[in-house]
Structure formats: C-alpha cells, structure tokens
T-cell receptor
Framework: DAGITQSPRYKITETGRQVTLMCHQT?????MFWYRQDLGHGLRLIYY???????DKGEVPDGYVVSRSKTENFPLTLESATRSQTSVYFC??????????FGPGTRLTVT | RKEVEQDPGPFNVPEGATVAFNCTYS??????FFWYRQDCRKEPKLLMS???SGNEDGRFTAQLNRASQYISLLIRDSKLSDSATYLC?????????????FGTGTKLQVIP
C-alpha cells in the first residue's frame, strides 16, 4: 500500500547501543522529517531533508544522525542511545514543507 | 515564552456543543499556520490549513489574527469522534531554513 511506514514500531534497547529507525514513503515526496514526541514538549523536530542527499538540523539534533541516499528512505540513527532518548519517534513526509503526512510512529525505550 | 502556546485542556464538552481553541505564536515572521489532529497513541494528521481570510471545512472553522498573533479553531455540533488532541502548527521559512513548530496540543473530550 502507498503511504509512509516506520519500522520497527516498538524497540527496547540498552544505553550505549546504536539504534536505527527506518522510514519509507511511497509518494516520492521531496521533504522528509523526523520528530520526537514527549509529554510536555509536544513534537520536536530532530532533522529534516528537503531532497535526497540534503539534510539539515532541527531543534534537537544532538545524539542523532540521518542520511537520505534515496528519496523514499530517511533512516534515523541513535549513535549511542541514552535514557533521555526514550520517546515516540515520528517520521513525516511532504511535497511542501508544511503539509506533512506522518508515519505511525516508533516507540523507543532505552534502559 | 514558548514559540507556540496552547491551553492543554482538557476541554470536556457535551455532544452537540460548540467549542473553540486558541493558539498563540511569538514570532511575527511566521508564515503559515495549520491545525493537526492527534488521536491517542496515533500519529498526527492534518486537519486544516489556516488562511488570513479564515476558512471553513464542514463543522470546523479556522481563523488567523496576525495583529494579535493567534489562530483559532472552532468546532460546531461536536461529535464523540471529535475527541482528540488538536495541535497548532506554525511554519516559517527564514533564509532557506525551514522551521516548523508544533504546539503541545489541546485535548478535547466530547461527552455523550
């Protein structure tokens, strides 16, 4: 089915481990985004990409790495997971930066 | 001051009631405004854009007041299915940098 998917949907990992969250969209949207959502903070932008091979930092990029070698994929890597990175992560895509379509989210717990 | 502020609620309203939410933003250079809806433990979904002239989509009306730097969402004839959290979103493009700021949301509970 067309749309935007995220995997895994749930992940438990230990402090210090590297974790990669995957995001795939089938609309060929130019823009893709990664957000985290925490109680009291709402959605906060981690990184975004305006096109393949173009990425830029958002509000809270520290501890995260992204890449975008193909238009349809935008993986997010936590290089060395910390407990403060326990959160719900949403990927989104858009053909215009502001009308975004979100994936179902990944619930990440760092123990 | 937060860049985008919303009353977290919850707003508990009976079916059929009219309810309104406001959202204030601090940066006068903000360019575009949106309302998203988020159901519990689900992803946000675009509800409607907010235009300077105001816009309506069925039971939903959105308005923008640039002078006072707030946007509003009015829901008429509330349905049980309207129960959700409503997120205000402000967009700005500054020197090629895309800045999208989400409010923390206003929770609506429609009661039978």
């Amino acid at each position: 089915d067309a749309g935007i998917t995220q995997s895994p949907r749930y992940k438990i990992t230990e402090t210090g481990r590297q974790v990669t969250l995957m995001c795939h969209q089938t609309w060929s949207h130019s823009y893709m985004f990664w957000y985290r959502q925490d109680l009291g903070h709402g959605l906060r932008l981690i990184y975004y990409s305006a096109a393949a091979d173009i990425t830029d930092k958002g509000e809270v990029p520290d501890g995260y790495v992204v890449s975008r070698s193909k238009t349809e994929n935008f993986p997010l890597t936590l290089e060395s997971a910390t407990r403060s990175q326990t959160s719900v992560y949403f990927c989104a895509s858009s053909d215009r930066a502001h009308e975004q379509y979100f994936g179902p989210g990944t619930r990440l717990t760092v123990t | 001051r937060k860049e985008v502020e919303q009353d977290p609620g919850p707003f508990n309203v009976p079916e059929g009631a009219t309810v309104a939410f406001n959202c204030t933003y601090s940066n006068s250079a903000s360019q575009s405004f949106f309302w998203y809806r988020q159901d519990c433990r689900k992803e946000p979904k675009l509800l409607m854009s907010v235009y300077s002239s105001g816009n309506e989509d069925g039971r939903f009306t959105a308005q923008l007041n640039r002078a006072s730097q707030y946007i509003s969402l009015l829901i008429r004839d509330s349905k049980l299915s309207d129960s959700a959290t409503y997120l205000c979103v402000v967009f700005m493009n500054s020197g090629g940098y895309q800045k999208v700021t989400f409010g923390t949301g206003t929770k609506l509970q429609v009661i039978p």
